[in-house]
Every structure is written in C-alpha cells, then in structure tokens.
C-alpha cells in the first residue's frame, strides 16, 4: 500500500506541475461552480440536468451532478495539487466524455461548439495524470509528512 500511495503522490514535475495545475483547476473549477450552483452564468444542477438529458447524457441530474462535481472539487485538488493524478484522471475521463458525447458532431474549432476546448482540456489533465502535481503541491507535502509513513496508522 505504501509502494501504491507513494507512486501516486511523487512528481518530478518541478514548477511546470504548478503552471499547469493552477490556470487548468481554476477554469475546471469555474464550469463546475457553472453547474452545480449557477455560478459565474451558469445554469445550476437542474437546467443543466435537462440539457444534459437532451443530449443523450441520462439520467440528466446525475449526469449534471457527476459531471459539475469532477469539474469543481477536481478542479479545487487541482489548484491544491491534492491527489493530482486521481483528480487528474477523474477530469479527463470528463473531458473525453464532453468530447465525445457533446462536442464531436460540430467540428474542431470553439466558435462551432466543437472539440477544440474540451481536447486542450482532456489533454492538459491527461498530462497533469502522467506527470503529477509538482514540487510546489499537496501532494509533495504529504509525501515528505510522517503522517502517512508512521507505523502507528498501519
């Protein structure tokens, strides 16, 4: 278990984990705060329920809630560089799912409401799983604790 979490946690990402983490978990962070609690113009969980049972993608509130939870907390471990490969790979499984069941029917480029966000999303938090948090994260300081390492928590 320990070989697991310490494998989960290390990064050697230096600062590049830490410019890649904040502007890509703040802008998760914002859709998910879009959906959940209509921040920021969004539409909130039950709009965006709809919309998404509309799509295809039932059942709607559940979909909206999955989706507007790995958005923002996601995008919150994120920012922190919590768990950055879990939360990582939690967003881009989302991505690639908005890609595929949202965005793939209408082109490349934003202005058609096609891939090209959700792709240099997908691929950002696809880099941010392979790559970890970095240096300057949680993940870091919870590798160098003795928190996690004491035998009194075995």
């Known amino acids: 278990m320990k070989n697991l979490i310490h ?4 990064s050697e990402a230096g600062f590049a984990g830490l410019v890649l983490r904040l502007p890509i978990g703040l802008i998760l962070a914002g859709h ?6 209509a ?4 539409y909130g969980l039950e709009a965006t329920g709809q919309w998404m049972e509309s799509v295809g993608l039932g059942p709607g509130f559940v979909m909206a809630l999955l989706a507007g939870s ?9 920012m ?11 967003t881009a ?7 595929i069941c949202v965005h793939l029917g209408h082109g490349f480029f934003l202005t058609t409401q096609g891939i090209e966000y959700a ?15 970095g240096h ?19």
């Open 93 to 99: 499984l989302t991505m690639l799912v908005a890609l």
């Open 70 to 78: 790995a958005e923002f907390f996601g995008g919150i471990a994120l």
């Open 39 to 42: 921040w920021f113009g969004g």
């Open 7 to 10: 494998k989960t946690l290390i």
């Open 119 to 133: 792709l240099a999303l997908l691929s950002a938090t696809s880099a941010l799983m392979i790559m970890g948090g």
């Open 80 to 90: 922190l560089g919590l768990l950055t490969r879990t939360a990582s790979a939690i």
């Open 32 to 37: 998910g705060g879009q959906k959940l609690f």
């Open 136 to 154: 300057f994260s949680m993940d870091r300081y919870l590798l160098n604790s003795n928190f996690l390492w004491s035998t009194d928590h075995e």
